[in-house]
Structures are given as C-alpha cells and as structure tokens.
C-alpha cells in the first residue's frame, strides 16, 4: 500500500497546502470513514466544477493548483480528493474511464464535436480493507443551476460514481472504456488521446480560452 500514500507530481500533497487544508478539515475525526466522508463533501462542494477549467497543461491537473484556485474539472477534483485522503495517511489511487453524457447539452457536444468525455476520473480510496469508488464532480450550487447535473452522494461504504440513470430513469451516464486505476496521473498517455480527440477544443476554442484568462 506503499505507493499509495506517497506524494507525486499531481498528488501534491507534501505542498503545506494542501496537507494543512486535508488535516483542517478531518480534525476531531477518528475513523478513516469519517475522514474520508468529510474530505470527500469538501471537495465536491467547495471546489466548484467549471468544465471550461479543462486544457492539458500539467499544472492544471495537480492537487495543490486546483485548491488555490478553488474550481476544477473531475479530474482535477478526483486528483485533490485523493491527495487529501494520503495526506492523512489513508491509501489512495485514480481511477479513468470514457463515459458517455446522454443528458449533456448540444452546445458542449458541438464544442467537444461528441457526448463522449475520454479521461473521466475519480477516487477510489482504501476505508476498511476494500477499495470504495468517490466521484467529488459536481458541486452543489452548480448542479442546482444547471438543473442536469446529479449529486454524487458518498457513504464511505458503498461505490459514489456517476448514476447509469437519471431520476426519472432516462439514460444518463454509459461506462464505454475503463483506461484503469493508477498510483500517479497517467498525464503523457492522457494527453495523446485528448489531443487526438478533441483537437479542436484542445487547439483551437482551448486554447482561445486559456489566453483569455
């Protein structure tokens, strides 16, 4: 389990902040559950989801930039919620997987140019001999505006990831590829497909919107 409690380039959790800020928010708390169940809201909702925050530089996919900005994609998110659970000694990896958004709006789609989103992560962290699913995506002031977006819910027992349906049993989210669990952010692989993929949001409406910034 080793490898799963050291700090990496992205899990950056030997910066003082982020290992200050994941101790702040679990103190007084005992059990890795507790812990991790309070990391886990914290992330989702005080780091607010902007998927526009999503362009491959490394420095946008690390722990510590995520929680100085304050906003973050899944990846980013799911690369902080799991810094967090290392920094107070509880193992953690990335899990990435394409999806399909059956309920995403037509102007992402014509952005993206698919409903296919390659790379999307979460945590899965080590609580009580099993590795649990925890997917700190959308906050909750987003979710509400947006009106599509679901809350994860996460239990600290069971799976927390993003629902196959909908409320009203429409389909919604389709696991199409699992890219595997990983100790570090596998960037360069990443970044390849990402690029093949999406060329133009990534060189053209991408970058665009970075220099904007």
């Given at each position: 389990?080793?490898?799963?409690?050291k700090?990496?380039?992205?899990?950056?959790?030997?910066?003082k902040?982020?290992?200050?800020?994941?101790?702040?928010?679990?103190?007084g708390?005992t059990?890795?559950?507790?812990?991790?169940?309070?990391?886990?809201?914290?992330?989702r909702?005080?780091?607010?989801?902007?998927?526009?925050?999503?362009?491959?530089?490394?420095?946008?996919?690390?722990?510590?930039?995520?929680?100085?900005?304050?906003?973050?994609?899944?990846?980013?998110?799911?690369?902080?919620?799991?810094?967090f659970?290392?920094?107070v000694?509880?193992?953690?990896?990335?899990?990435l997987?394409?999806?399909?958004?059956?309920?995403?709006p037509?102007?992402?789609?014509?952005?993206?140019?698919?409903?296919?989103?390659?790379?999307?992560?979460?945590s899965e962290i080590?609580?009580?001999?099993?590795?649990?699913?925890?997917t700190?995506v959308?906050d909750r002031?987003?979710?509400?505006?947006a009106?599509?977006?679901?809350?994860?819910?996460f239990?600290?027992?069971?799976?927390?990831i993003?629902?196959?349906?909908?409320?009203?049993?429409?389909?919604?989210?389709e696991?199409?590829?699992?890219?595997?669990?990983?100790?570090?952010?596998?960037?360069?692989?990443?970044?390849r497909?990402?690029?093949?993929?999406?060329?133009?949001?990534?060189?053209?409406?991408?970058?665009k919107t970075l220099?904007?910034?």
């Open positions: 389990m080793n490898i799963y409690l700090p990496t380039e992205f899990l950056d959790f030997n910066k902040s982020v290992n200050r800020k994941a101790f702040e928010i679990t103190k708390l059990t890795d559950k507790e812990k991790v169940i309070a990391l886990f809201y914290w992330v909702d005080k780091i607010k989801y902007n998927m526009s925050a999503f362009y491959m530089i490394k420095g946008n996919f690390k722990a510590s930039v995520t929680l100085r900005r304050g906003y973050g994609f899944c990846v980013s998110k799911a690369v902080l919620l799991s810094s659970a290392r920094a000694g509880i193992p953690a990896q990335i899990h997987a394409d999806i399909r958004n059956n309920k995403v037509q102007e992402t789609i014509d952005l993206l140019g698919t409903n296919i989103f390659y790379y999307h992560g979460y080590y609580i009580d001999k099993k590795w649990i699913k925890a700190p959308f002031i987003t979710a509400s505006k009106g599509f977006l679901p809350l994860v819910e239990d600290g027992i069971n799976n927390g993003l629902s196959k349906f909908d409320p009203e049993g429409n389909l919604f989210i696991y199409i590829k699992d890219r595997g669990v990983y100790a570090e952010l596998p960037y360069d692989e990443m970044d497909i990402i690029r093949k993929q999406y060329y133009k949001y990534v060189f053209e409406k991408g970058i220099n904007k910034k």
